[in-house]
T-cell receptor, first 117, second 110 residues
């Protein structure tokens, strides 16, 4: 079974631009989560999508947004890029239970390394 | 989710056992203890999880204290490939997301 794929793997942008990152989850997985990893803040949760709806959101400004398509593929968008947005953006998919405690294993992709100049 | 505390780094010799500790004194009764690790230049990967009883799988063992305020991830024979950052995470009813702490950077010496 193919793992989580993310495109592109590397990206260089300048301040003020916007960027769109893509994530294809493992086949059959309906939940996609996004995380930002920086040396200073570590791994931080951005948001989670399930059945095309944002279900959970982390503490990030509105410049960070996302969406999920009917085939469970997800995109995240960052507008008006700032230098501090330089990070590794990780996508994770899971097949969460529809009820009860949500403790399904998260499967991570290799990430997209975004550099903002 | 409740907070966890882990040592910043640990060192081990290859082919020796490694015990990675995690303190979670504010754990609630419904929190599961999960461990993930992140190998260099890769996304995190699931290692093991448990609730109350000790757990074993092909990657590692998880020993959970009787009061559940601490746990230990055990790698029975460390290999160079086990060099990674190991994260201890508590998961309860807060949603289908992971709250990462600083983790423990494990270095394995040949």
């Amino acid at each position: 079974k193919a793992g989580v794929t993310q495109t592109p793997r590397y990206l260089i942008k300048t301040r003020g631009q916007q960027v769109t990152l893509s994530c294809s989850p493992i086949s059959g997985h309906r939940s996609v989560s996004w995380y930002q990893q920086t040396p200073g803040q570590g791994l931080q949760f951005l948001f989670e999508y399930f059945s095309e709806t944002q279900r959970n959101k982390g503490n990030f400004p509105g410049r960070f947004s996302g969406r999920q398509f009917s085939n469970s593929r997800s995109e995240m968008n960052v507008s008006t890029l700032e230098l501090g947005d330089s990070a590794l953006y990780l996508c994770a998919s899971s097949r969460p239970q529809t009820s009860g405690i949500l403790i399904d294993t998260q499967y991570f992709g290799p990430g997209t390394r975004l550099t903002v100049l | 989710d409740a907070k966890t505390t882990q040592p910043n780094s640990m060192e081990s010799n290859e082919e020796e056992p490694v015990h990675l500790p995690c303190n979670h004194s504010t754990i609630s009764g419904t929190d599961y203890i999960h461990w993930y690790r992140q190998l260099p230049s890769q996304g995190p990967e699931y290692v093991i999880h448990g609730l109350t009883s000790n757990v074993n799988n092909r990657m590692a063992s998880l020993a959970i204290a009787e009061d559940r305020k601490s746990s230990t991830l055990i790698l029975h024979r460390a290999t160079l490939r086990d060099a990674a950052v190991y994260y201890c995470i508590l998961r309860g009813n807060a949603g289908n997301m992971l709250t990462f702490g600083g983790g423990t950077r494990l270095m394995v010496k040949p």
